[in-house]
T-cell receptor, first 113, second 112 residues
Framework: DGGITQSPKYLFRKEGQNVTLSCEQN?????MYWYRQDPGQGLRLIYY???????QKGDIAEGYSVSREKKESFPLTVTSAQKNPTAFYLC????????????FGSGTRLTVV | QQPVQSPQAVILREGEDAVINCSSS?????VHWYRQKHGEAPVFLMI?????EQKGHEKISASFNEKKQQSSLYLTASQLSYSGTYFC?????????????FGTGTRLTIIP
């Protein structure tokens, strides 16, 4: 079955360290997205990509970086510059038009210790 | 700018009806609705496109008033499985795939 896979499910990071969250999809979707979810704030867009080797900043891109070298993969790096990185991170993908909705991964819960 | 959802939370008894509203200050091309259960990924329910259409999905339906930039999600004869947090996602542009901006969510609790 097609889907979107995020790993790891839980991640602990020490302050000052960079960490990379994995996101892989086999839905043949052109567009991929990273959202951050905090209690009471809904989903906020970090970065998105509509085509390989191209991506755009979302509303809260500071302290994050991404790459899109393959259609199937859209890893997110949380850098030490991100002031408050503890959150639930969701990756999503969609067709180029988005008309059939977004498919979300099961998320990665990142905790800074 | 995030769309505004109301109410923030609602508790219903099984079999009761609920309405969740989503309002934007921007002109919209489409509205998506998703449901997320605790600790899980959001699941796509439906999309409404500019044109004021109403769509249905089992006992869950929605409407979109593009003049008011508002959408409403209707849950009739609610079931225990309807519990979760509902998010609307709004799309502003109508060329290509424009990113969604999500509301802060409405937590729905169904009790027996």
């Amino acid at each position: 079955d097609g889907g979107i896979t995020q790993s790891p499910k839980y991640l602990f990071r020490k302050e000052g360290q960079n960490v990379t969250l994995s996101c892989e999809q086999n839905l043949n979707h052109d567009a991929m997205y990273w959202y951050r979810q905090d209690p009471g704030q809904g989903l906020r867009l970090i970065y998105y990509s509509q085509i390989v080797n191209d991506f755009q900043k979302g509303d809260i891109a500071e302290g994050y970086s991404v790459s899109r070298e393959k259609k199937e993969s859209f890893p997110l790096t949380v850098t030490s510059a991100q002031k408050n990185p503890t959150a639930f991170y969701l990756c999503a993908s969609s067709s180029r038009t988005g008309r059939t909705g977004y498919t979300f991964g099961s998320g990665t819960r990142l905790t800074v210790v | 700018q995030q769309p505004v959802q109301s109410p923030q939370a609602v508790i219903l008894r099984e079999g009761e009806d609920a309405v969740i509203n989503c309002s934007s200050s921007k002109a919209l091309y489409s509205v998506h609705w998703y449901r997320q259960k605790h600790g899980e990924a959001p699941v796509f329910l439906m999309i409404l496109l500019k044109g004021g259409e109403q769509k249905g999905h089992e006992k869950i339906s929605a409407s979109f008033n593009e003049k008011k930039q508002q959408s409403s999600l209707y849950l009739t004869a609610s079931q225990l499985s309807y519990s979760g947090t509902y998010f609307c996602g709004t799309e502003k542009a109508n060329f290509g795939n424009e990113k969604l901006t999500f509301g802060t969510g409405t937590r729905l609790t169904i009790i027996p």
